[in-house]
């Protein structure tokens, strides 16, 4: 338990480790995230701040701006009537104030007055007032109010210097002491003498009316001043700071009033609240307009944002905060559930495995090691030396050797990779690896690789031996083969034996896969015991074996040993009970006399075994050059076979099908002729294989079918044809398609053709096989069975499959009428045929002889030399002719 304990604390520390450097980069990260949070916030919220300010600023100076324009526009348009007044007035070339008094004090002034000032309904209109400051003429009535303005300081300013020319001053006014502003302007004599003062008014409400339609919005005031600090006009309005000189205070605040521009944050003068200022210096007039706003009325959208934003702010630490709290508390499940995995991984490995560090004390053991070499826990745990659990196996009998010699040679290469292979006391393969670790120490894990080796050798001998009868295969003869040729060199001749078991496919067709196997088993035994130790017998694949026979080149040697190979296959196997008769066609080959070079090697003793195979089976050649000549004209056959039907060499030929019983032809069997441009008429029997073996048949059948179609529609009704299908055309799947299309074109009823099959296409697939017959009965076509007898007949095709006919094979024919001859079968064939209600056609019929006895067998056909040979189709027609008319 306290081994258990312990172990499982290092492995939380290797854990922590591998582990730790992610969490403090997550929680790192997470930190550094919430910090980017705040100061991207804050960042942000200033930015604003300073945004709603110079918001605020713009606002404020397009105010001033506006009202700076449309007040010099108003003002200078008053001072040319004052002006204009006043120049009328000086041109009366008036000499003395009294003159000036007297002459101004008139109707006709006054009305002249009027008509001036008709225009400007927002001022008080224009008053002329004396030397004296007495209203002497006004151009709102007539006669003038007694009104003095001698004690106004804008009055005796303008009287008492020169220089000044115009006044402007927010003054009580003389009737109800409403503020207005006065503009007033010195009339003088020639000599500059003081005559008196034209002046016009305005009430501050109608300047501050204007102000309003600025809307600025809460907490902002706009203001007109004179260049002196007095305040003209105002909004908000308080009658109390009218007329009050607010020139004073710090330099900013007098800039306010010295500068033509002026855009700045002050501490107002009047609320004492920080204010955005802009003021303006009109360009006529000694005038200022000031446009405020508080510093919070500007800032109070800022504010609202500032609160969506730090509360945006302050929820998405609080999520990150929850996330990462999330995260780590997911990723400590995770690691325990690794760590529990881990645990459960290292013990249920089919490896034991160990760790050491660069102390070379051990860190990590599984249970597997333990249970390897049955050692003791209380032993075997983290914190032993290497040196004592190579000591605990060696004494406790699961180590062999010296141990201080073993863990040396560890340990002089712990730095490099190291494998081996051992066995132990009770027969067990154990792989031991060493692989080192990245800080020192290494890794070793110990695997019972027994059964991987054993698979491995059975795997390497699958490789190179036969499945089925464990004789060396293709690949390891081969190698074999590589040997002997390079040994020839050192005067060591060898020869190759190439053999295949004859009819080997009709048995295994016929009795089935088992029966099969085991005569190849048996074939493989017999060919063992026909050579000697230093000989190879292999097999090819199929029912091909090869024999290499060491140390020999003597013809009469090898030809012993074919001799032998025959004879011993020739006596029947017993294949699960059934007697079986074998036979072979056997090729020799022998190096160096036929070649050294192994692929010419092998090429002519397969050459040499066709050649058997050709001459009849069941026999032996030894390779000679004219077997290469051979293959050459074969290939050349095939060349010349390819062209052959698209230059129109092939034509069909016809032998009559003649009824035993009327001795009249009833049918015709179409077979195909070759005449070769050069080599004349070539055999059927030397180019139908050729085609077959190439593929060829498939195309040449299907042209020999729709020309034998075509041919027989020009016959007279009665008069059926018989084409062959190959095997090949049989298994293409499209043999019912290629019928009726031949039948559509040439316009044949289907029941006047009769194809011919061959048992070879039944034996291989019964189900696959009575598809097709059955497709082809369905066109109304008619299936004869050729060659009926030979290779490995059943008899249940019979039952199985829907014949019309069975043609008895020639072979059953030839020797009719003689003593022993086959009459017997043939009844046989012709009784059961008739019993499934089939007709049969005798083939290689020749003699009167064998037509009397096929008649009085009961046999319904016959075709051979004795009637006619297969002749052309015109000369078919003269027969068909002949008989119409007899």
């Known amino acids: 338990m306290g081994t258990s304990i312990r172990w499982s604390a290092r492995m939380r520390v290797l854990l922590r480790r591998w582990r730790g450097a992610p969490l403090t980069w997550l929680i790192v990260g997470g930190f550094v995230l919430m910090v980017a949070t705040a100061i991207g916030t804050a960042l942000t919220v200033d930015r604003f701040r300073q945004n709603a300010i110079e918001s605020g600023r713009d606002s404020l100076e397009s105010a001033v701006r506006l009202l700076a324009r449309h007040f010099d526009r108003e003002f200078e348009d008053f001072a040319v009537l004052q002006k204009s007044v006043i120049a009328e007035l000086e041109s009366h070339g008036i000499e003395s104030a009294d003159v000036f008094r007297s002459e101004m004090a008139t109707l006709a002034v006054h009305e002249a007055l009027r008509a ?20 002497i003429n006004s151009s709102r009535r007539w006669p003038v109010a007694d009104i003095s303005i001698g004690d106004r300081g804008y009055f005796n300013r303008l009287k ?3 220089a000044a020319q115009e006044e402007i001053e927010v003054v009580a006014g003389r009737i109800g002491n409403a503020p207005v502003i006065v503009f007033a302007r010195r009339v003088s004599g020639p000599r500059g003498e003081f005559f008196g003062i ?10 501050e009316s204007f102000f309003a339609s600025t809307g600025l919005g809460e907490d902002s005031s706009i203001a007109m001043h004179h260049q002196n600090g007095q305040l003209l006009a105002r909004i908000p309005h308080v009658d109390a700071m009218i007329g009050q000189n607010y020139r004073t205070g710090s330099p900013e605040q007098m800039a306010v009033f010295q500068r033509t521009f002026v855009t700045t944050q002050l501490a107002s003068p009047i609320d004492g609240k920080d204010r955005l200022v802009a003021a303006r210096l009109l360009a006529g007039e000694p005038l200022v307009v000031i446009a405020t706003k508080s510093l919070d009325a500007t800032l109070a959208t800022w504010r609202t944002q500032t609160k969506f934003f730090v509360t945006v702010a302050v929820l998405s630490v609080g999520l990150l905060v929850l996330t990462l709290f999330l995260i780590f508390r997911q990723v400590t499940h995770r690691l325990s559930l690794e760590k529990q995995r881990l645990d459960t991984a290292l013990n249920t490995m089919t490896q034991g495995l160990l760790m050491f560090d660069q102390d070379e004390r051990l860190i990590v053991c599984n249970r597997r090691y333990v249970e390897m070499y049955q050692l003791s826990t209380a032993v075997v745990k983290p914190g032993v030396h290497f040196r004592d659990v190579i000591q605990h196996r060696h004494d406790t009998g699961s180590f062999h050797g010296d141990v201080d010699c073993y863990c040396d040679g560890i340990l002089s290469n712990v730095g490099l990779t190291q494998s081996a292979i051992v066995e132990t006391a009770d027969g067990r393969l154990i792989e031991i690896k060493n692989q080192p670790g990245a800080a020192g120490g290494w890794l070793a894990t110990h695997d019972d690789v027994t059964e991987r080796i054993r698979a491995d050798e059975r795997i390497a001998h699958m490789a190179h031996y036969d499945a089925l009868t464990d004789l060396p295969n293709r690949v390891l003869m081969r190698g074999h083969l590589e040997r002997r040729v390079a040994e020839l060199s050192e005067g060591k001749p060898f020869a190759i034996l190439y053999i295949d078991v004859d009819e080997f496919k009709g048995v295994n067709d016929s009795l089935g896969h088992e029966v099969g196997d085991e005569l190849l088993r048996q074939v493989a035994n017999r060919l063992r015991a026909c050579v000697s130790g230093n000989d190879l017998v292999a097999r090819l694949g199929g029912d091909e074996f090869a024999i290499v026979k060491a140390a020999t080149r003597d013809p009469a040697e090898l030809t012993a040993l074919a001799e032998r190979i025959l004879n011993t296959l020739r006596t029947p196997v017993d294949c699960k009970g059934q007697e079986i008769p074998t036979d072979a066609s056997i090729g020799i080959a022998i190096a160096p006399d036929h070649g050294d070079n192994l692929d010419d090697l092998l090429k002519r003793a397969d050459l040499a075994m066709y050649a058997a195979k050709s001459e009849g089976r069941r026999t032996f050649r030894i390779f000679v050059p004219e077997y290469d000549a051979k293959a050459r004209q074969r290939r050349l056959l095939e060349f010349d076979l390819r062209q052959a039907l698209a230059r129109g060499e092939f034509e069909v030929h016809y032998q009559p099908l003649v009824d035993l019983a009327a001795n009249v032809v009833t049918g015709c069997e179409a077979l195909l002729r070759w005449h070769h441009p050069e080599r004349g008429m070539v055999s059927p029997a030397e180019f139908i294989p050729v ?10 059948g299907e042209w020999v079918l729709k020309q034998a179609c075509t041919e027989a529609a020009g016959w007279p009704g009665d008069i059926q044809i018989a084409v062959n299908v ?6 293409s799947r499209t043999l ?5 299309a031949a039948l559509a074109e040439s316009g044949l009823a289907p029941g006047r053709l009769e194809l011919e099959i061959t048992e070879t296409v039944l034996i291989r697939d019964d189900a696959e096989a009575l598809t097709i017959l059955q497709q082809l009965r369905e066109l109304g076509v008619r299936i004869a069975l050729d060659d009926f007898g030979t290779g490995y007949s059943s008899l249940s095709y019979l039952h199985r499959f829907p014949f019309d006919k069975i043609k008895i094979d020639r072979s059953f024919i030839s020797d009719i009428g003689e003593p022993e001859d086959s009459s017997p079968i043939v009844q046989a064939v012709v009784h059961m045929a008739a019993a499934r209600h089939m007709a049969t056609t005798a083939e290689g019929v020749e003699t009167e002889a064998q037509r009397e006895v ?8 016959m075709q051979g030399w004795l009637f006619s040979p297969a002749v052309p189709a015109a000369k078919l027609k003269q027969l068909l002719s002949a008989q119409a008319a007899a």
Not at 198 to 207: K, T
Not at 736 to 740: D, E, F, G, H
């Open 160 to 162: 008492n210097d020169p």
């Open 691 to 700: 085609a077959e073996d190439t593929g060829l048949i498939a195309e040449i």
């Open 198 to 207: 034209v002046s016009r008014a305005i009430a501050p409400d109608q300047l």
């Open 726 to 731: 190959s095997p090949v055309q049989f298994r």
């Open 736 to 740: 019912a398609l290629k019928v009726a």
């Open 854 to 861: 096929l008649r009085q067998l009961g046999c319904s056909q």
């Open 116 to 135: 001036k000032a008709s225009g400007w309904t927002d001022v008080a209109g224009a008053n002329v007032f004396d030397a004296n400051g007495v209203l």
